[in-house]
């Protein structure tokens, strides 16, 4: 049983930075990926980025040079950094564990089909 449990959320201005961070716990084989995935009310589900466990990354397009995401393995704990933050990055944010079946790239396509969640921070950026 894989738990998740994320921290960092809050609110900040229009061009500030955050950083989310996702304690994982439980047994993970090389397989599982871990993401980041938002949802913000009558806005479209979507995986932010992605980390397999070897260190390979995607990002969604819409954040790609904004948004860092990074793992520790000795700490368990995954990352998002967030720079330039927009008004329309506003949602939960949660942290999600999964093994796609077609590997990372499949991971950033999930609309919300993960095996385990964490309960999710809110981020609210402001203009």
């Known amino acids: 049983q894989v738990q998740l449990a994320e921290s960092g959320g809050g609110s900040v201005q229009a061009g500030g930075s955050l950083r989310l961070s996702c304690v994982a716990s439980g047994y993970m084989n090389s397989q599982y990926c871990l993401a980041w995935f938002r949802h913000a009310p009558g806005k479209r589900r979507e995986v932010v980025a992605a980390i397999d466990r070897n260190g390979v990354t995607r990002y969604a397009e819409f954040v790609t040079g904004r948004f860092t995401i990074s793992q520790d393995n000795a700490k368990n704990t995954l990352y998002l950094e967030m720079n330039s933050l927009k008004p329309e990055d506003t949602a939960m944010y949660y942290c999600?564990?999964?093994?796609?079946?077609?590997?990372?790239?499949?991971?950033?396509?999930?609309?919300?089909?993960?095996?385990?969640w964490g309960q999710g921070t809110l981020v609210t950026v402001s203009s």
């Open positions: 999600v564990a999964d093994v796609p079946p077609g590997g990372i790239a499949t991971m950033l396509r999930n609309r919300g089909d993960f095996g385990y």
